[in-house]
T-cell receptor
């Protein structure tokens, strides 16, 4: 079954700690995206990647980092510089880059501060 | 003005009625419009997309786009309690270089039996 797999489902971060959220897709999609969702707010774009070995900052990239070494993988690191990391993190992908392409989401990772 | 605006609701409709969800956007260069359904605690699920003015139907769902008035709507016919969820509108357009989607905050729909 093709899809987008995010892990872990729940993650807890200690003060000063970096944590990495995994996102893997087997849809052969070129583009991948990371969003953050806070209660009562829409999805906000953190980073996106249109092709392997390339990625761009979204609207709220500060305190986050990504890599795209393989087409199927787009991990997100939440660094200690992100002072308010508690949120629902969603990874998405689309077959081609561009805003006219439907994006499909993984099941998400909930990150909380210990 | 927010780029993509939705009434947060809740919009309450009885089972079997038509639910009408609206979304307005500010970027006149917008070309792609998506509706996602998000159940509480879950990730968004794509249900419809539309690119051209007019209506697009898929089962009980109809998306309506009016670019001149800058709004897009989602109609759900024969609403069921299982349709109770938050519906997110997403728009892609010129303001983001046609690279990114801008999401509204969503409208919560409640369908009562």
């Amino acid at each position: 079954d093709g899809g987008i797999t995010q892990s872990p489902k729940y993650l807890f971060r200690k003060e000063g700690q970096n944590v990495t959220l995994s996102c893997e897709q087997n849809l052969n999609h070129d583009a991948m995206y990371w969003y953050r969702q806070d209660p009562g707010q829409g999805l906000r774009l953190i980073y996106y990647s249109q092709i392997v070995n390339d990625f761009q900052k979204g609207d709220i990239a500060e305190g986050y980092s990504v890599s795209r070494e393989k087409k199927e993988s787009f991990p997100l690191t939440v660094t200690s510089a992100q002072k308010n990391p508690t949120a629902f993190y969603l990874c998405a992908s689309s077959i081609f880059p561009g805003s006219n392409q439907p994006q499909h989401f993984g099941d998400g990772t909930r990150l909380s501060i210990l | 003005q927010k780029e993509v605006e939705q009434n947060s609701g809740p919009l309450s409709v009885p089972e079997g009625a038509i639910a009408s969800l609206n979304c307005t956007y500010s970027d006149r260069g917008s070309q792609s419009f998506f509706w996602y359904r998000q159940y509480s605690g879950k990730s968004p699920e794509l249900i419809m997309f539309i690119y051209s003015n007019g209506d697009k139907e898929d089962g009980r769902f109809t998306a309506q786009l009016n670019k001149a008035s800058q709004y897009v709507s989602l109609l759900i016919r024969d609403s069921q309690p299982s349709d109770s969820a938050t519906y997110l509108c997403a728009v892609g357009g010129r303001d983001t270089g046609f690279q990114k989607l801008v999401f509204g905050t969503g409208t919560r729909l409640l369908v009562s039996p």
